[in-house]
Structure formats: structure tokens, C-alpha cells
């Protein structure tokens, strides 16, 4: 960068004034923000999805002690569908409906998780265009003071107040563009993984509740005996 094009940045700051260097650290904030979101759904919902991929070649042959191993590993120990899958398969409930509020707290407590930093972004992406129109005002007011306090004043006693005005509008519009559009795109991976999750849930569950026919003949034989004895 040389020295002509340093002195047109503090020239823009100049302008700009205290609203633009609160717009600029709430910038530098919200990509803060993006990056530690992605970093962590990449680890997080990735490895999931890897996890939940094997847990389903597993399942069919209920090899849970495999798919329990599988969840302790390092690198998946930690990730929302270890602990999903582990606490259903740990779990002493033998009910559906228990089994099926136990994964919805799971599920719950994964997505909130995820979504912790989500509203920061919102947040920014509907202030900041508001704090930029503030920065828009008080340029406005100062072009109009300036021209008022200067007899027969030309355009260039305004320019310092318009330029102030312009650069805090499009300083407020380079935050707030940004910051929804990562707002919403990590919304939808959250909402797309927690269905995921759903899903595997009930894969899990149904596993665990199976019951072979054999099983479930015999079973129901010892039924129809106890009731017998009982008339």
C-alpha cells in the first residue's frame, strides 16, 4: 500500500468520525463471529455426520457395544450425535415415549448450543444500518451547520458533512449485509442438522426397542400363560 492510498483511508476515517470506528469494531466483531461458527460447525456437525454414517451400518446387527466405542473415540467423543447416541443406548428407559423425551432434551440442548452466537449476528445485521443512519444524521446536521455559519458558501463548505453522512450509510450497510446473510446461512445448517439428529434418534430407539419375532412369540405365549393361571 503506498502512501497516497493510507492517506485516502484516513481521509475516509476523518470523515466518518466516531460512528465509523464503532461500525468498523462491530465489523471486525461479527467476522469474529462467522469464523468461530464455521470452525465450529465444521468440526462439530462434520464428525457427526460421519459418526451417524457408521452408527447405521452398524444398527441393522445392533452391534451397540461397536457404536459405543465409536462415540468414545477422540474427535467424536465430544460431538452432538456421540452424546445423543450414548445416552440412548445407556439409558435404562425401555419406553418409546421416554426414550423419545429423552432425545428431544438432547436434541434441544445440542441445537441450542449451536445457536448461541446466532443471535449476535441478528442483532448486528438490525442495528448497524440504524447506527449508521445516526452517523447519516449528524453529518447532515453538520453540512447544514457549516453552510449556516459561512455567508455566500459554496459546495465544498457542505462536502465535509455529506461525506461524513455517505461513508457511515455505507459503513452501516457493510456490517449489516454480511452479518445476515452468515445469519442465515448457519441458521439453516443448524435446523438442517437438528433433523439429522431427529433421525437418528429414532434409528437408535427403534433398534434398541426391537424385539425378534421368535422373541415376541415366545413372549406373548408367557403372556397368555399368566393369564390363564390368573382365571
Known amino acids: 500500500m503506498d502512501f497516497t492510498q493510507m492517506g485516502s483511508i484516513r481521509e475516509l476515517f476523518?470523515?466518518?468520525?466516531?460512528?465509523?470506528?464503532?461500525?468498523?469494531?462491530?465489523?471486525?466483531?461479527?467476522?469474529a463471529i462467522m469464523i468461530e461458527r464455521f470452525l465450529k460447525y465444521r468440526k462439530n456437525i462434520n464428525r457427526s455426520r460421519k459418526l451417524m454414517d457408521y452408527v447405521r451400518y452398524q444398527l441393522p446387527a445392533r452391534n451397540f457395544n461397536k457404536i459405543l466405542e465409536a462415540c468414545r473415540k477422540s474427535g467424536y467423543a465430544n460431538t452432538a450425535a456421540s452424546k445423543l447416541i450414548m445416552n440412548l443406548l445407556k439409558s435404562n428407559k425401555q419406553d418409546l415415549a421416554e426414550l423419545n423425551d429423552l432425545a428431544d432434551s438432547i436434541i434441544d440442548w445440542e441445537t441450542a448450543n449451536l445457536s448461541?452466537?446466532?443471535?449476535?449476528?441478528?442483532?448486528?445485521?438490525?442495528?448497524?444500518?440504524f447506527i449508521g443512519l445516526f452517523g447519516t444524521v449528524l453529518g447532515v446536521m453538520r453540512a447544514f451547520s457549516d453552510l449556516a455559519n459561512i455567508s455566500g458558501a459554496g459546495p465544498s463548505v457542505v462536502a465535509k458533512g455529506i461525506a461524513e453522512a455517505l461513508v457511515n450509510t455505507a459503513a452501516g450497510l457493510f456490517v449489516a449485509v454480511p452479518a445476515l446473510i452468515a445469519y442465515n446461512?448457519?441458521?439453516?445448517?443448524?435446523n438442517f442438522f437438528s433433523e439429522n439428529l431427529q433421525y437418528m434418534a429414532q434409528e437408535v430407539i427403534s433398534a434398541k426397542l426391537y424385539v425378534p419375532q421368535k422373541q415376541e412369540e415366545s413372549q406373548k405365549q408367557s403372556e397368555e400363560v399368566?393369564?390363564?393361571?390368573?382365571l
Open 226 to 230: 399368566a393369564e390363564e393361571e390368573m
Open 14 to 31: 476523518k470523515a466518518g468520525g466516531p460512528v465509523l470506528i464503532l461500525l468498523m469494531c462491530l465489523s471486525v466483531y461479527s467476522i
Open 185 to 190: 446461512y448457519f441458521l439453516s445448517k443448524v
Open 116 to 129: 448461541r452466537k446466532l443471535s449476535v449476528l441478528a442483532t448486528l445485521a438490525s442495528t448497524t444500518p
